[in-house]
């Protein structure tokens, strides 16, 4: 009998596991990562029947492993095509491999395709050339520095790329100063010998040497730090013209000048783009820009519009070529205006620019825009209460209206790329129910024609709840709540505060980076809040500055109460709460649990941690400046960094803290992360310090997919210590 009952408790064990297991496959996992695919770059033919756009995915590498055995991945991204008279069929994939296709774009006459390739990360890109009617791709461009930004010619007999061409290869010294202390441009003889114990001469010629072989850098530029590794000289990106028939390649411009987003007239006799506006000073030290126009073979080039208030970018000609819309932003508060729509005329000179969107009628900022080819209206998208809505607006200054802002359950939804021709609208979506799928608007109405993650709909998700809370000074932000999933509201769960970076970040429903960790926490049983503090975009000019010489405080208070707020949900577990976030989220995190105790956990992400270290270390060392009003070396500045500082108040830091950073981080820089470490460790509080090699700022989001899912997990171990 007893035997019996043992063979009965294994059963039920068993029964138990199992059922355990199958509940858990059906929501999302840390590995369901490599299995999210996102559709970027839509590009729709002028006659609107084929549209291509790009799909960006993660593989696992054939045969490569690490030593423990763990299999390697990468990025790849390959064009499709989708046949818009038949959008029921689905999209047809047109490139395959181990490759990285992007960029595509459909010749005026919808036979061709140009793209831009890159094998590997370390072959420059090129441009290519494909039939869509069948055939074989081939090269179409071969430049030393690689090619990019393919633009068709109106007449589809030429394409127009840019390639960044460094200074050496360019005739002739800069304009502006060299900015080396008693020395200027190429003041070493071409013809010195390089001689250790030579003459100054060839002792400069030497160490000229060696600079040219980056052993060591040498660099005399304000803006030092790229992402992941030190600039060297400037480079320039200059335009290209490439003859669909012949195959041959002219170069358009020249001199130690920017142009960048150029495109044609829709007579494809002139090209309009962006140029530095000042050649006196060094392209580091200028944040204005300016519109100009040439002849399409480089000539007579004049500027549009220049103003040495505002920078501009993405310059697009109306279909009549009278006027050219682009975005812009005032420079005088940095971290607060709003990017701006506007148009000037093509036929003058120093023009102003005609801003369809302001404060006044439209309080966001655009991101992306498309002129309409029905009417003279655009469309154009801007992050706006946790989604980015997609909008028209008429040239005739109307407010700019809603044509795709939410799902079916009233939801804001994100719009990150879209085009249209035709009768055919073309946009992808980001919702609480998928971080992407592609929509079409035709005369058929709106309805989904691909879904690159169909897998998602056999998961069980949790449904963001949305909410506001109003601060004592009448701030009001908006927060939402994610239930963990299957939430049962007998039961109390463990939170999780999570913390946008930015600062001028938005989240919401419709942000897509966060859309798999979130679901990955409810998933895993957490609750998770997340709220957009004061400083955040999406809420207007006002709510953006309102963290002005205010990082810590007052964002810090938005979040905490809109925490305390969702706590009136009884299934949320006051006793078992943490809190993360990453870049400025992580500079909030250390803040807090500096300033207050009430998180079981926290962990603290790529933050910035001491504001003068970060003057010095990190890339984005302007937001000190824009930020705190001045520099750390002002007594008027001081007082301020010293309160805005998270290391200020290390003292008081008893919740375990967990600081993950990436060696070759040069947004924030490293040591920041290595001086909160040291002095937890000093003081002997709960720390735990994780590195990753070989990865920059956004190893979260476009990282190694390994490291990634390590970040993932080790986060959720971290909180599992202290809350089970």
């Given at each position: 009998?007893?035997?019996?009952?043992?063979?009965?408790?294994?059963?039920?064990?068993?029964?138990?596991?199992?059922?355990?297991?199958?509940?858990?496959?059906?929501?999302?996992?840390?590995?369901?990562?490599?299995?999210?695919?996102?559709?970027?770059?839509?590009?729709?033919?002028?006659?609107?029947?084929?549209?291509?756009?790009?799909?960006?995915?993660?593989?696992?590498?054939?045969?490569?492993?690490?030593?423990?055995?763990?299999?390697?991945?990468?990025?790849q991204?390959?064009?499709?095509?989708?046949?818009?008279?038949?959008?029921?069929?689905?999209?047809?994939?047109?490139?395959?491999?181990?490759?990285h296709?992007?960029?595509?774009?459909?010749?005026?006459?919808?036979?061709?395709?140009?793209?831009?390739?890159?094998?590997?990360d370390t072959?420059?890109?090129?441009?290519?050339?494909?039939?869509l009617?069948?055939?074989?791709?081939r090269?179409l461009?071969?430049?030393?520095?690689?090619?990019?930004?393919?633009?068709?010619?109106?007449?589809?007999?030429?394409?127009?790329?840019?390639?960044?061409?460094?200074?050496?290869?360019?005739?002739?010294?800069p304009?502006?100063?060299?900015?080396?202390?008693?020395?200027?441009?190429?003041?070493?003889?071409?013809?010195?010998?390089?001689?250790?114990?030579?003459?100054?001469t060839?002792?400069?010629?030497?160490?000229?040497?060696n600079?040219?072989?980056?052993?060591?850098?040498?660099?005399?530029?304000?803006?030092?730090?790229?992402?992941?590794?030190?600039?060297?000289?400037?480079?320039?990106?200059?335009?290209?013209?490439?003859?669909?028939?012949?195959?041959?390649?002219?170069?358009?411009?020249r001199?130690?000048?920017?142009?960048?987003?150029?495109?044609?007239?829709p007579?494809?006799?002139?090209?309009?783009?962006?140029?530095?506006?000042?050649?006196s000073?060094?392209?580091?030290?200028?944040?204005?820009?300016?519109?100009?126009?040439?002849?399409?073979?480089?000539t007579?080039?004049?500027?549009?519009?220049?103003?040495p208030?505002?920078?501009?970018?993405?310059?697009?000609?109306s279909?009549?070529?009278?006027?050219?819309?682009?975005?812009?932003?005032?420079?005088?508060?940095?971290?607060?205006?709003?990017?701006?729509?506007?148009?000037?005329?093509?036929?003058?000179?120093?023009e102003?620019?005609i801003?369809?969107?302001?404060?006044?009628?439209?309080?966001?900022?655009?991101?992306?825009?498309?002129?309409?080819?029905?009417?003279?209206?655009?469309?154009?998208?801007?992050?706006?209460?946790g989604?980015?809505?997609?909008?028209?607006?008429?040239?005739?200054?109307?407010?700019?209206t809603?044509l795709?802002?939410?799902?079916?359950?009233?939801?804001?939804?994100?719009v990150?790329?879209?085009?249209?021709?035709?009768?055919?609208?073309?946009y992808?979506?980001?919702?609480?129910?998928?971080?992407?799928?592609m929509?079409?608007?035709?005369?058929?109405?709106?309805?989904?024609?691909?879904?690159?993650?169909?897998?998602?709909?056999?998961?069980?998700?949790?449904?963001?709840?949305?909410?506001?809370?109003?601060?004592?000074?009448?701030?009001?932000?908006?927060?939402?709540?994610?239930?963990?999933?299957?939430?049962?509201?007998?039961?109390?769960?463990?939170?999780?505060l999570?913390?946008?970076?930015?600062?001028?970040?938005?989240?919401?429903?419709?942000?897509?980076?966060?859309?798999?960790?979130?679901?990955?926490?409810?998933?895993?049983?957490?609750?998770?809040?997340?709220a957009?503090?004061?400083?955040?975009g999406?809420?207007?000019?006002?709510?953006?500055?309102a963290?002005?010489?205010?990082?810590?405080?007052?964002?810090?208070?938005?979040?905490?109460?809109?925490?305390?707020?969702?706590?009136?949900?009884?299934?949320?577990d006051?006793?078992?709460?943490?809190?993360?976030?990453?870049?400025?989220?992580?500079?909030?995190?250390?803040?807090?649990?500096?300033?207050?105790?009430?998180?079981?956990?926290?962990?603290?992400?790529?933050?910035?941690?001491?504001?003068?270290?970060?003057?010095?270390?990190?890339?984005?060392?302007?937001?000190?400046?824009?930020?705190?009003?001045?520099?750390?070396?002002?007594?008027?500045?001081?007082?301020i960094?010293?309160?805005?500082n998270?290391?200020?108040?290390?003292?008081?830091?008893?919740?375990?803290?967990?600081?993950?950073?990436?060696?070759?981080?040069l947004?924030?820089?490293?040591?920041?992360?290595?001086?909160?470490?040291?002095?937890?460790?000093?003081?002997?509080?709960?720390?735990?310090y994780?590195?990753?090699?070989?990865?920059?700022?956004?190893?979260?989001?476009?990282?190694?997919?390994?490291q990634?899912?390590?970040?993932?997990?080790?986060?959720?171990?971290?909180?599992?210590?202290?809350?089970?």
């Amino acid at each position: 009998m007893a035997r019996l009952s043992r063979v009965w408790l294994m059963m039920l064990l068993v029964s138990m596991f199992v059922t355990s297991a199958m509940a858990q496959s059906d929501r999302i996992a840390t590995s369901d990562l490599l299995r999210l695919r996102t559709v970027q770059n839509i590009d729709i033919a002028d006659n609107a029947l084929r549209a291509v756009f790009t799909v960006r995915s993660i593989a696992e590498k054939s045969g490569e492993h690490s030593e423990s055995g763990i299999p390697a991945y990468e990025y790849q991204s390959h064009i499709y095509m989708l046949d818009l008279a038949n959008t029921d069929a689905g999209p047809v994939q047109l490139t395959h491999g181990r490759r990285h296709d992007r960029q595509p774009a459909i010749s005026p006459n919808g036979s061709f395709l140009t793209f831009v390739r890159q094998d590997d990360d370390t072959e420059k890109p090129q441009v290519w050339l494909m039939p869509l009617d069948g055939g074989e791709s081939r090269p179409l461009t071969s430049l030393e520095n690689g090619a990019s930004g393919p633009r068709w010619s109106p007449d589809g007999l030429s394409v127009l790329v840019s390639s960044r061409v460094p200074r050496k290869d360019i005739a002739g010294s800069p304009p502006y100063p060299s900015e080396r202390p008693m020395r200027g441009w190429d003041d070493v003889p071409n013809n010195a010998t390089p001689n250790p114990d030579g003459t100054m001469t060839e002792i400069r010629a030497w160490l000229k040497r060696n600079a040219t072989e980056s052993n060591p850098t040498v660099t005399n530029r304000i803006a030092f730090q790229d992402e992941r590794s030190l600039r060297g000289e400037p480079a320039y990106d200059h335009l290209f013209m490439v003859t669909i028939r012949t195959g041959e390649i002219a170069q358009l411009t020249r001199g130690h000048r920017n142009y960048r987003g150029a495109t044609f007239t829709p007579d494809a006799l002139r090209i309009v783009c962006i140029i530095n506006d000042d050649e006196s000073q060094h392209p580091d030290r200028v944040r204005s820009s300016a519109l100009a126009i040439m002849n399409a073979d480089g000539t007579n080039e004049r500027i549009i519009a220049s103003n040495p208030e505002y920078r501009y970018w993405s310059p697009k000609p109306s279909r009549d070529g009278s006027v050219v819309a682009v975005l812009g932003e005032k420079l005088d508060q940095p971290m607060a205006r709003q990017t701006q729509l506007g148009v000037v005329p093509t036929a003058g000179e120093n023009e102003e620019v005609i801003w369809l969107t302001d404060t006044s009628n439209f309080d966001r900022s655009v991101q992306r825009f498309r002129w309409m080819n029905t009417r003279a209206a655009l469309l154009l998208t801007a992050a706006r209460d946790g989604g980015v809505p997609l909008l028209t607006v008429s040239t005739g200054l109307l407010e700019p209206t809603d044509l795709v802002a939410s799902d079916d359950a009233g939801a804001p939804i994100g719009v990150y790329d879209f085009d249209q021709a035709g009768g055919a609208l073309l946009y992808t979506m980001t919702s609480a129910a998928n971080p992407c799928t592609m929509r079409i608007q035709d005369a058929r109405g709106d309805r989904e024609v691909f879904d690159p993650n169909e897998w998602i709909a056999e998961k069980r998700l949790s449904r963001p709840q949305e909410a506001t809370c109003t601060r004592p000074d009448g701030t009001v932000v908006q927060y939402w709540v994610m239930p963990p999933v299957g939430v049962d509201m007998t039961k109390k769960y463990p939170v999780v505060l999570n913390i946008h970076g930015g600062p001028s970040a938005m989240w919401g429903p419709g942000e897509r980076s966060m859309w798999h960790e979130f679901q990955l926490l409810a998933a895993r049983g957490y609750a998770v809040v997340y709220a957009n503090p004061r400083g955040s975009g999406g809420y207007g000019e006002a709510f953006q500055a309102a963290n002005y010489q205010n990082w810590g405080d007052g964002p810090a208070g938005d979040v905490l109460d809109a925490l305390d707020h969702a706590m009136i949900n009884e299934w949320l577990d006051q006793d078992r709460m943490v809190v993360t976030g990453g870049s400025y989220g992580g500079y909030l995190v250390a803040w807090i649990v500096g300033n207050d105790h009430r998180f079981k956990a926290a962990a603290a992400q790529r933050g910035v941690y001491e504001l003068n270290t970060f003057f010095g270390e990190g890339n984005a060392w302007r937001l000190v400046e824009w930020a705190m009003g001045g520099f750390p070396w002002e007594a008027r500045i001081r007082p301020i960094i010293q309160r805005e500082n998270p290391f200020t108040y290390v003292q008081r830091i008893r919740t375990p803290l967990m600081i993950l950073h990436a060696s070759q981080d040069l947004r924030t820089g490293v040591s920041q992360s290595e001086m909160m470490y040291r002095a937890l460790k000093e003081l002997d509080k709960p720390v735990e310090y994780v590195r990753y090699p070989n990865a920059g700022h956004d190893l979260s989001r476009t990282g190694d997919p390994l490291q990634r899912m390590d970040r993932l997990n080790r986060l959720l171990e971290w909180f599992d210590r202290f809350l089970n």
